[in-house]
Structure formats: structure tokens, C-alpha cells
């Protein structure tokens, strides 16, 4: 549900600003309209220090940053360097000079005793399969190409090796002392935000009377006007207040309940209602939730992410996920069961259920396959929930003369599907059936044929009509054919986890040999691991689209509004 917000207007002295502002942060429930981004050089300057912060939580974290990064480097070079010259070993650079060495590498196998013959060659050493050697002198015409000569000898370069290690094992032991400093370094960016916030509320006021006061605009939610209210009257700043509209484009705050909250971050990804829309959370709650659930299909698999869910409550950085994650796996293992899937196993065949099969979905329905019958009729379902609600909406912002044309649409699809629904159970003559549906279709028609739009001519309505009618009927079919994937996914992550049953069981062939159970559980567990995380995501997209095409094209839902973000501390 969408919460009820006033408007509030304050008018104050330029220099009480800052005060004012600190104020409403200390309050933390009024939203003051401004700017979500830098507008200048400072606020771009406490952007950065916030930046810099979540950069080194995260280097911290990760027990890594740019510091450490360089001297592994130098480790790293070093070490290459003296796998480079380890084959020649220790010697006098400054007396062998004079010589003119010149550094071979070569295969052994490649290696030519001929070449002793013509050039003085001096074999340093041999290992892996390599040959190692100087030619001494004159060089000219010899077959290999000539390696750059070593620099240093392996004795060189190990005090440089010992330092660069030293001062890693230094810098770590810093970065992992510096993980209890990760608390207030968090609090000084939240410190830093409500500065930004009060900042950018500061430079959105609109100064007037030769800048020596400031007007600002502010929203806050009804219920706490009283609150509101009662700290401007005690600070005596002058404000008006009044019930926020439309065209103020006013902050959309949700109000719901601890289940739907969970999918409000849902809602988020595809944008927040208009202040006059609806709040889509609580229809995507109820059929994500049963979506998902669908895809999935397995009550083992159900069980597996109510595991995850309870061990993702440890880790600090996904609890806040852990709680969509538990109820997703719980509305699996109903499905689940329901479906008669256990970890790709048809529980309907175990003696323990013999008594309540007629609780599990049967394999055919009217000659078709149960899965998809099922997919289809909640796809009819979600579709005519979608129309009742832009019907509901449109009168609510419209008025009903102005939504007769949507009405008549929703009265004839939804209503149809209600009267044919009743006719399939028998309660209805088909005689009486006939009658109800052209009574609908007449009623529906006028809707949409002829006052469509009150203020159009009744010509140009029922041309607009016929154009409606082949969009809604083309749109309409392919939009519940869409709800076969729920059935495809399901059936798709069934027949690959039997498959990795299948395969276990020819491993394990009659279970005699004790020593094929260890790649029997191997394998089956690979095989459901990855099967569970590939069904999990086409679980997360696939429902995702439904509510946010299917469900939200045929409800009219806009993503026109903007997230409530009062000033706080």
C-alpha cells in the first residue's frame, strides 16, 4: 500500500538554514526535495570520500589492496627472475666478463654435440629436460637464439626475496588488524551520506528577497504529521502544509506487512508507482512466490534452499536476504509436494502416501499433461487479477464515465472466464451459460465500442474500439501462452535430476559393492548441486517476467514515482 503524504513548505531565515536542515535530520521522516547526485565540486568531494571508504572495507575484507597488490608484484618479478638464473648458478660476473660469455638454452634432446666442435661451449647445467650452456667468444652464425645475460646470481636476489616477503607477511597482519576498525569505518560513511543528504538539501532551496531567506519543499508521511507538526511549532519556522498531489510528484513510501516488505526490493528493480498508481508488492508476493515455486517443482530442492536460508542468516552481508530465501524454499517444498517430486523422485509411487494421492496434481487433465494444464489456468488467473486491478485503478484516477472502455474489456474477459469456470463445474444450464455470455458480451460491447471515451465522437470510438479489440486478443493469447515456461522449467529440472538418478543408479548397479557408493553419492550430489542452482536462476528470471510484462502490461502499471529517502542521521 502506498502511504499518504503531506506537503510541507518552509520559508526560513538564510542563516537558520543549516540549523533547520540538522533539525529535520535529527526528526528523520521528511524528505526534502533535491538533487540525488554531485551538483558541485564539494558534494563531489564527500562522494569520493565515501567511495574511498566502501574501497577499503572492501580491500580489508578481501585482505587485499593496492599496497599489497604492488609488493606481490615485486615478489612475483623477483621470483621469475630467479627461476631465470638458478640454472647458472653462483659465479664472478666481474672475472668472467672479460671472456665474453654468450647464454643458451636449448632441449637436451636438441641439444648438438657438432656444435663443440666449431665454437667453445661450456655446458652450465641440465634439468627438465633443458640444457644450459656459455659459448665462449666468438659466436657468430650459431643456430640458437642468444639469451639476454643473468644479472644477478639466485644468492643476489634472495635478501631482495626475504624483504618483499617480509614485508607482506608486515602489511597483512596490518590489513587483518585493520578489520575491526570495518565498524567505524561504515559509521563514518553513513556520517559522511547524512551530511551529503543535508547538504543537497541546502543547495535545492530556492533563495529569495535578496537571498535572506530560503523556501523549501519537503514530503513526509501522514501519519506523522502530528510529530511534523509539533517540532516546527516548538522551533518556530514558519511552514504550510497541505495533502501532497499528483503533480508534485510526492515520494512513494510502501506500507505492508513483513511478508509482502520481503519483495518490495522486487518492486524496486522495476521502479516505484506513481503517487495516484498501486502498489504492485503484495499481487508479486503471492505469485512470485508461487512462480518460483513452480519452476523449481521439487520439494527436496525446497529443502535444500530453507538450508540455505538459515545459513545465510550468518553471514552479514546476504542476512537481510535470508529471509526471501527461506520462504522461497518453504512455498518450493509445497509445490514440491504437491507436484510429487522429491529430489527428481515421483513420491505418488510410495506406499507411505497410498492413502492421500488424491492430494498430489494428477499427470493428466483432460488428455494433457497436468504441469501445463496448471501453468495455464494460474496464468488465466494472474492475467484477469491484472485487468480487475487496472479497472479498479482507472476509476479511482480517471473517474467511471472516463473507464467505461476498460471496464468493458474486464467485464468481458474476467467475467467470461468466471462464467465459464462455474459452467465447468455444472452449476449452470449451458442454456443459462449462453444467455449470461451474451448479456457480457452485449454490456462489455457498449464499453468498448461506443463509450470508450465520453469525449470522442461515437464514430471515432468504435474504430478505437476494433483497434483495441485486435490488440487485446493477439496481446492477450500470446500473453498466457507465456505461462507454459512455468511448466517447461519444472519439467526441464525434472528430467535432468532423473537423469543424474539414472546415472547414479548404473554406478551403483544392485548396491552390493560398498566401494560404489562413494561415486553413486559423488555423482548425485554434483549432478542435484548444479541442477538446483541452474533451475534456481531460470526460477528467479522467468517469474520475474511474468509479473513484470504479463502482469504489469495488463494492469497498466507505471514505474513513475521516486523512493521516499527522508533526511536522517
Known amino acids: 500500500m502506498i502511504a499518504k503524504m503531506t506537503q510541507y513548505s518552509f520559508i526560513l531565515l538564510h542563516g537558520d538554514k543549516e540549523e533547520f536542515l540538522s533539525g529535520l535530520q ?29 574501497q577499503d572495507i572492501d580491500c580489508t575484507l578481501k585482505g587485499s589492496d593496492p599496497t599489497l597488490v604492488e609488493l606481490q608484484g615485486q615478489r612475483d618479478a623477483i621470483l621469475k627472475e630467479m627461476a631465470d638464473v638458478t640454472p647458472w648458478g653462483e659465479y664472478d660476473r666481474e672475472r668472467l666478463a672479460p671472456f665474453g660469455l654468450h647464454y643458451y638454452s636449448v632441449a637436451t ?55 618483499v616477503r617480509d614485508k607482506i607477511a608486515i602489511h597483512r597482519e596490518i590489513l587483518e588488524a585493520r578489520k575491526a576498525e570495518i565498524p567505524k569505518m561504515e559509521q563514518h560513511i553513513l556520517n559522511i551520506q547524512a551530511d551529503l543528504d543535508r547538504y543537497l538539501a541546502g543547495v535545492a532551496a530556492v533563495p529569495a528577497a535578496e537571498d535572506t531567506i530560503d523556501t523549501l519543499i519537503g514530503f513526509a508521511p501522514s501519519e506523522n504529521d502530528a510529530a ?47 503517487y495516484n498508481g498501486f502498489d504492485p508488492t503484495p499481487f508479486i508476493a503471492v505469485f512470485f512466490l508461487l512462480f518460483f515455486a513452480l519452476c523449481m517443482g521439487d520439494a527436496g530442492y525446497g529443502l535444500v534452499l530453507i538450508l540455505v536460508g538459515l545459513l545465510l542468516k550468518k553471514v552479514d552481508s546476504f542476512k537481510d536476504m535470508a529471509p526471501l530465501v527461506v520462504t522461497l524454499g518453504v512455498a518450493t517444498v509445497f509445490v514440491g509436494f504437491f507436484l510429487h517430486t522429491f529430489f527428481s523422485i515421483d513420491i505418488a509411487q510410495w506406499k507411505c502416501f497410498e492413502g492421500i494421492r488424491w492430494i498430489f496434481l494428477p499427470d493428466e487433465i483432460a488428455g494433457y499433461a497436468g504441469g501445463m494444464v496448471l501453468s495455464l489456468v494460474v496464468g488465466v488467473v494472474h492475467l484477469c487479477l491484472a485487468m480487475v486491478v487496472k479497472a479498479i485503478n482507472c476509476v479511482k484516477v480517471n473517474g467511471f464515465a472516463a473507464s467505461l472502455g476498460t471496464l468493458g474489456w474486464t467485464l468481458l474477459i474476467v467475467g467470461g472466464v468466471i462464467v465459464g469456470a462455474i459452467a465447468l463445474t455444472g452449476v449452470l444450464s449451458s442454456e443459462v451459460t449462453k444467455w449470461v455470455l451474451i448479456v457480457l458480451g452485449v454490456v462489455s460491447a457498449l464499453g468498448i465500442f461506443v463509450f470508450n471515451d465520453p469525449k470522442r465522437n461515437k464514430l471515432a470510438n468504435v474504430g478505437m474500439g476494433l483497434w483495441d479489440t485486435y490488440n487485446t486478443v493477439t496481446g492477450l493469447m500470446g500473453d498466457v501462452l507465456s505461462y507454459l515456461r512455468l511448466y517447461a522449467l519444472g519439467l526441464a529440472g525434472a528430467m535432468l535430476g532423473m537423469a543424474f538418478n539414472d546415472m547414479g543408479k548404473m554406478v551403483l548397479g ?16 554434483i549432478g542435484h548441486t548444479l541442477n538446483i542452482a541452474m533451475c534456481a536462476l531460470g526460477a528467479f528470471v522467468h517469474p520475474l517476467r511474468l509479473n513484470f510484462l504479463e502482469f504489469f502490461k495488463n494492469s497498466g502499471y507505471e514505474a513513475a514515482g521516486r523512493k521516499f529517502n527522508p533526511l536522517t542521521k
Do not use: C
Not at 654435440?113 to 665462449?136: D, N
Not at 552390493?512 to 548425485?524: A, C, G, K, Y
Open 510 to 525: 544392485d548396491g552390493s559393492n560398498l566401494v560404489l557408493w562413494i561415486p553413486f553419492i559423488l555423482l548425485v550430489l
Open 109 to 163: 634432446k636438441k641439444y648438438d654435440p657438432a656444435w663443440e666442435e666449431r665454437y667453445a661451449i661450456q655446458v652450465v647445467s641440465q634439468s627438465g629436460g633443458l640444457t644450459w650452456f656459455v659459448v665462449v667468444g666468438d659466436n657468430e652464425g650459431f643456430p640458437l637464439k642468444e639469451l639476454p645475460a643473468p644479472t644477478h646470481t639466485p644468492s643476489e636476489l634472495r635478501p631482495a626475496l626475504e624483504s
Open 26 to 54: 535529527q526528526l528523520g521522516v521528511v524528505d526534502i526535495t533535491r538533487s540525488t547526485k554531485p551538483v558541485d565540486a564539494f558534494s563531489q568531494s564527500l562522494l569520493d570520500n565515501i567511495a574511498t571508504l566502501r
Open 228 to 274: 511534523v507538526s509539533a517540532y516546527l511549532d516548538q522551533h518556530g519556522v514558519f511552514y504550510l502544509k497541505d495533502e501532497a498531489k499528483v503533480e508534485e510528484n510526492p515520494p512513494i513510501q510502501f506500507k505492508n506487512n513483513k511478508f509482502v516488505k520481503m519483495f518490495e526490493v522486487l518492486t524496486d528493480m522495476y521502479g516505484r508507482p506513481a
